[in-house]
């Protein structure tokens, strides 16, 4: 099954990367083979994309510090570039480098260049090691900043939408530039299982409201946007953008983290009451059970529970204070009063274990 997934965020160029106005996406490219490696497993990561004849790059080195990753090159010194230009391609053993990615999550990478004018960064990229048959893609709703997360100074305004229908997502974005002016972001293409990475297109000049038709007088590729989803109400994106045309220029990165925003009244017993069905997919053919779970008295100010007493289905959930606005962070699924699975994998609407196996989707 294919995931096309569309991103548009609500950043201000200002307060992202200062004055914008001759960025461009950076003209390195990194990739992995495969693109999702699982926990311990061999992958090469590829550095893809264009140089100056006369002004080649060679591979240094590769270092893993606080969980990123950092590849070094260097460009020799007193060179004369050329004008003409060569794609390139250099790919690196990385668990040969730094040992194997035992533990999953995303890892960013940069790719620093060392030369004339300095060390600076020209590339970026996110490494996302996954079990395998694992997949979390978002829920659809309005993401915003998260204060709560790793990356809770990610810039003002960093916001967007997100519309899923059955496998297509769509990320929408609107804002105001510092002259007034609206502008709208998006980007398309195909999700992995629990990332997107792409370009981001700015998209100006179009249509006034209830007007005659006109197609946007201006897109352009703003930055590239990689997103990493840790759980479907949870991510961080990394924006990465050069800070001029020119093939060596600096990329500065811009991370933040995300939390789908919650509209609705806090988390609490009566939240989870009502009609769900229970979802068994470990058993040979897999089986449903409609239950209806009632509120049950709450075992502190951290914990909400409710019960079906006519199945002995419950579900005792725990409550991140900060985030009461937000689906439990965690469940633990009784069948009768003996603990089935845990379910840490949840929406508002829908309950599930990390695997999949159990899942507790609500009907009404």
Do not use: K
Not at 111 to 124: E, M, N, P
Not at 134 to 145: H, I, K, N, T
Not at 168 to 188: E, K, T
Not at 297 to 325: F, N
């Amino acid at each position: 099954m294919v995931n096309r997934i569309a991103i548009g965020g609500i950043l201000c160029a200002c307060a992202l990367f200062g004055a914008a106005a001759q960025a461009a996406v950076p003209w390195h490219q990194v990739a992995f083979e495969p693109s999702n490696p699982q926990p311990g497993q061999p992958f090469q990561l590829r550095l893809s994309g264009s140089m100056p004849d006369t002004c080649g790059v060679a591979y240094e080195r590769t270092e893993l510090s606080s969980g990123s990753l950092r590849v070094h090159l260097s460009r020799p010194g007193g060179q004369i570039c050329g004008d003409a230009v060569t794609p390139y391609e250099i790919r690196i053993d990385v668990p040969a480098a730094v040992g194997s990615f035992e533990v999953s999550g995303h890892y960013p990478v940069y790719v620093s260049l060392s030369d004339q004018a300095g060390s600076r960064d020209i590339a970026f990229g996110l490494l996302n090691v996954v079990e395998a048959g694992r997949a979390q893609l978002p829920d659809a709703g309005f993401w915003v900043a998260d204060a709560s997360g790793r990356h809770p100074t990610g810039g003002s305004g960093v916001g967007f939408n997100i519309e899923r229908q059955s496998d297509a997502i769509a990320l929408i974005a609107y804002y105001y530039d510092p002259q007034g002016q609206p502008r709208w972001y998006f980007s398309a293409g195909t999700a992995g299982r629990n990332e997107y990475r792409g370009d981001l297109l700015q998209i100006t000049r179009g249509q006034q409201l209830f007007g005659l038709y006109r197609p946007p007088g201006d897109m352009t590729a703003f930055s590239r946007i990689d997103v990493g989803f840790s759980d479907r109400s949870h991510g961080e994106a990394w924006v990465s953008q050069a800070v001029d045309s020119g093939i060596l220029s600096e990329v500065q990165v811009q991370p933040v983290s995300l939390v789908r925003f919650g509209f609705r009244t806090e988390t609490s017993a009566a939240t989870l009451a009502g009609r769900w069905v229970l979802v068994d997919l470990g058993r040979e053919s897999g089986s449903g059970t409609v239950v209806n779970l009632e509120a049950a008295p709450q075992l502190g100010p951290d914990h909400v529970r409710a019960t079906d007493p006519r199945t002995q289905v419950t579900v005792d959930c725990s409550i991140v204070t900060e985030q009461r606005d937000q689906p439990p962070a965690s469940c633990a699924l009784l069948l009768e009063s003996s603990r089935a699975a845990t379910l840490n994998n949840n929406s508002f609407n829908e309950l599930r274990s990390p695997d999949g196996n159990f899942r507790l989707i609500r009907l009404d």
